[in-house]
């Protein structure tokens, strides 16, 4: 159950309106259970091959490990040493081809190896790679890092569209990087991809499903609790009120909890073993210039490949690999903040993090298969898909179960198990979603100066060029929608923060689903995520919200006060000038 249910009378609107639709016609060719990245990818590329499909998140969209990511698109290096050579190649190339269609969220990640030895683990790796051990601790030195990168640039060789590694050595490195320790001895750069706003690729992911196909339904705080003679017993979970679901095939997209949907639906499966990864997020001015505009990736001394990775004007460090219950909300600990300023001060040893820089910090459970004593940094990030036939309201049904997967993979995991779900209903691909733009990434600006061209362009009265700015960031060039909206009637900008608007809100309630207050904060924009969030804003959201989501002065409050507590118990956030 999402950490964030309030019990009680539900919202009218969009979210309500969808979950009505599914009441009303209780059944569908094809169920998703799961709104992250790969469920919500599996749907659309259902509806575009003309599939009648319905998904239904427990929680919000990305609400999971989905929104939990080091918000990198990377083919992964590191999993060269666990021999996973197809999931790199894989994911290469699905790097490389974000970045063409999704590129207002995808961008080119530079990111910068500092080296202390030269031939440090050349015996030990193979036997990390035979026996997915780490063993006793020896650092990776130049020579194996140069030669893994090498390889990295021999995945990448085909539609490639970032710049092959470089290699510089202490004096150079200094130069560019005066704060990094003066012991090093080479520095490596190679360059991935990074996706800053992943909540928002998730929803615009989820759009195209719903804009391609009229029967494709998608409604987030519903979850499937049971079955029923009639099929898979879902919740409303803002209302409470239950129904039953047919579909002749059910796509188990939940992630970590596949085993708990299972043993849900009637079978009990031990496909999973997700572990808990970590990050914090920080205000700090002096790190955010050391870093100089590039990721730090590298080894801590105790084998954790961890990142320092600027964005914006804020830092995201992380992360950690931890065995975790996944019953237990997953939260970020003393020890791990702990374990980040370590590796903060193992690379910039005089700069000096404390806790009063944390802005906000995350943590999520991975998707990764069951790993029994494979340490979890050996654990493979590669997907596969389970599939059974199961009788559920005295029906046999398909049922598909993901087991793994990762964000850089997703466009084609979510391909691969829509042929799946087409080989069980006897249907053919229409369709191929490789090389289609997403959302607002059609037509996106090329570079700065177009970008500037497009925002002078899209300006109207009442939106300026700056809060065009914001929306182009936000939403692609899907903002163009956005303005018109905002020009059909009577718009405030909050005072609490000049990147929302009264009827901004209003779109995001009519096309986004939003179902409580702490969704626009987490998910709609980055907000909390920068650690902007303040009580006025929390008062302006919530009087904005009320008469468009049908809520009272009592829910309101309540909405305010859910806020304050997923904010505090999971993100480690307190909420700057409360109201009385």
């Known amino acids: 159950m999402p950490a964030d249910r309030i019990n009680g009378e539900g919202t009218t609107t969009s979210t309500r309106n969808v979950v009505q639709e599914l009441r009303d ?196 705080y519903v979850s499937a609790i049971g079955t029923s003679d009639d099929g898979v017993l879902l919740r409303d979970e803002l209302t409470g009120e239950t129904f039953s679901f047919q579909a002749d095939v059910v796509v188990n997209a939940t992630g970590a909890w596949t085993d708990g949907t299972n043993e849900t639906l009637g079978t009990e499966t031990r496909f999973m073993g997700g572990t808990k990864g970590s990050h914090i997020v920080l205000d700090h001015p002096e790190l955010l210039k050391a870093c100089n505009g590039t990721e730090i990736f590298f080894e801590h001394v105790d084998g954790r490949i961890v990142l320092i990775y600027p964005m914006g004007d804020r830092v995201l460090v992380g992360t950690t690999d931890i065995d975790v219950d996944v019953k237990e909300q997953a939260v970020c600990t003393d020890e791990e903040i702990d374990y980040f300023f370590e590796l903060i001060g193992h690379v910039f040893p005089d700069i000096e993090v404390s806790n009063e820089d944390i802005v906000y910090s995350f943590s999520g459970v991975r998707p990764l298969p069951r790993h029994d004593e494979t340490q979890p940094g050996f654990v493979s990030r590669d997907y596969r898909i389970e599939k059974r036939e199961e009788k559920l309201g005295g029906r046999k049904v398909t049922t598909l179960s993901l087991v793994g997967g990762k964000w850089t993979t997703f466009r084609a995991l979510s391909e691969h198990l829509t042929d799946e779900t087409l080989t069980a209903l006897g249907a053919r691909r229409k369709t191929s979603t490789a090389g289609v733009a997403i959302g607002g990434g059609m037509d996106f600006p090329t570079d700065q100066a177009a970008e500037r061209a497009w925002v002078r362009k899209a300006v109207r009265p009442g939106v300026d060029e700056a809060r065009v700015e914001v929306l182009l960031t936000r939403y692609g060039t899907r903002a163009t929608d956005v303005v018109e909206y905002l020009t059909e009637g009577p718009d405030r900008v909050f005072n609490s923060t000049r990147e929302l608007s009264t009827r901004e809100l209003a779109y995001m309630v009519e096309h986004e689903q939003v179902g409580h207050l702490i969704d626009v904060l987490i998910r709609r924009t980055s907000l909390a995520f920068r650690g902007l969030v303040t009580g006025e804003l929390l008062t302006e959201l919530a009087d904005t919200l009320a008469p468009l989501l049908g809520w009272d002065a009592a829910r309101s409050a309540a909405e305010i006060k859910l806020a304050e507590k997923v904010l505090a118990d999971a993100h480690r956030v307190h909420v700057k000038n409360l109201t009385p």
């Open 25 to 220: 016609n209780p059944r569908a060719t094809v169920l998703v259970i799961g709104g992250g990245i790969n469920g919500v990818g599996t749907f659309r590329d259902l509806a575009l091959q003309g599939i009648d499909v319905a998904l239904v998140e427990r929680g919000d969209y990305c609400q999971g490990a989905s929104g939990a990511s080091s918000h990198m698109i990377h083919g992964g290096i590191r999993y060269l040493e666990n021999g996973e050579f197809r999931l790199v190649q894989e994911s290469v190339v699905e790097r490389n081809a974000l970045m063409r269609i999704a590129p207002h969220y995808v961008k080119p990640l530079q990111t910068t190896i500092p080296i202390y030895t030269t031939f440090s683990g050349i015996l030990s790796a193979p036997m990390r790679f035979l026996t997915h051990r780490q063993g006793k601790q020896v650092e990776r030195g130049a020579v194996l890092i140069k030669a893994g990168l090498t390889m990295y640039d021999f995945f990448s060789r085909d539609g490639g569209n970032v710049p092959r590694h470089s290699f510089v050595g202490r004096k150079k490195a200094l130069a560019t990087m005066p704060d990094l320790r003066k012991d090093i001895k080479y520095a490596a750069t190679y360059f991935d991809a990074s996706v800053h706003n992943p909540e928002r690729l998730t929803l615009d992911v989820l759009r195209d499903g719903q804009l391609a196909n009229p029967s494709a339904r998608a409604a987030n």
